[in-house]
């Protein structure tokens, strides 16, 4: 058994957990469509969820690129998902697996003969955010992380996007979500807690068309705590839908367990 520390298990868990997102090998980017400055946020928000994709499951790879300001490092991985139900990521030649279900995260090292089995909770308090699978699944599929419809919002136009404040802030996080015009996917979202200087920040830097979906192309995330900087820069590719998947996963015996205390996060 193995305790990592915060920073360890931060930068594991981050391209972990970010490197689950969509690609595609024949794509059309999409483009910012038309602003509408008379648009209100009930109307936007209510076209951001009428445009969620539906879908039973996926599958694609990804060229992953992690930076922590001091060294980076780039990988290609496979995933898979099933809608609500799973996600499973593969480098190659089974050398890290991870797989996250709505209870469980987990994943092992091969190199480092070493696995983690957990639930959500230290994960949540590591991004300084309540997380569960369908915040990280609406990460994914370019949704917003929290149900905007159950709040109210001040709306204006930010970098050719519609930009949404909460009325009302959480007392303890501040939130900005960026909209674009187009398919009325995510642009931009950012999660601060000034008091903790933390920000974790999602730029969707663009979108692409699938037959009938439309799914991320590239994504930036940057997540700051104090003076410390992680950014996971992510380039989609060879993505199909509802195929028949299997989700193989198996935690080798003999591996140490990494353990994460209260004190280290």
């Known amino acids: 058994m193995r305790t990592l520390n915060r920073t360890g298990f931060k930068s594991a868990f981050v391209v972990l957990i970010f490197s689950l997102v969509l690609s595609c090998k024949s ?8 602003i509408d400055d008379k648009s209100s946020a009930k109307s936007i928000i209510k076209a951001h969820y009428q445009n969620q994709i ?25 995933f898979r998902m099933e809608k609500d139900n799973a996600i499973w990521i593969s480098a190659p030649f089974g050398m ?23 639930d959500f909770s230290y994960l949540s308090n590591i991004l300084g955010t309540t997380l569960d699978f369908d915040k990280v699944q609406n990460l994914l ?10 709040d109210k919002y001040d709306v204006k136009v930010a970098d050719e996007n519609y930009q949404l404040t909460p009325k009302k802030s959480m007392e303890l996080f501040q939130t900005l979500f960026q909209i674009e015009p187009r398919n009325f996917k995510m642009a931009t979202q950012q999660l601060s807690q000034p008091l903790k200087k933390r920000v974790l920040e999602i730029n969707y830097r ?16 940057t997540a700051i705590e104090e003076n410390i900087k992680n950014t996971i820069d992510i380039e989609y590719r060879n993505i199909e839908f509802d ?6 996963y198996k935690i080798p015996k003999g591996y140490k367990e990494i353990v994460l205390k209260k004190n280290d996060i």
Do not use: C, H
């Open 27 to 34: 794509k059309k980017i999409l483009t910012d469509g038309p």
């Open 54 to 78: 539906e879908f039973k499951t996926l599958r694609g790879r990804m060229k992953i690129e992690y930076s922590d300001g001091e060294a980076s490092q780039g990988v290609s991985v496979s």
């Open 96 to 118: 890290v697996k991870a797989y996250i279900t709505p209870d469980r995260v987990s994943f092992y090292n091969k190199l480092e003969n070493e696995f983690f089995d957990g």
């Open 206 to 221: 663009n979108y692409q068309k699938i037959n009938k979906w439309v799914v991320p192309n590239a994504v930036l995330i």
């Open 243 to 248: 195929q028949r998947l299997s989700f193989p």
């Open 141 to 150: 599929l370019g949704q917003a992380l929290f149900d905007l419809r159950k």
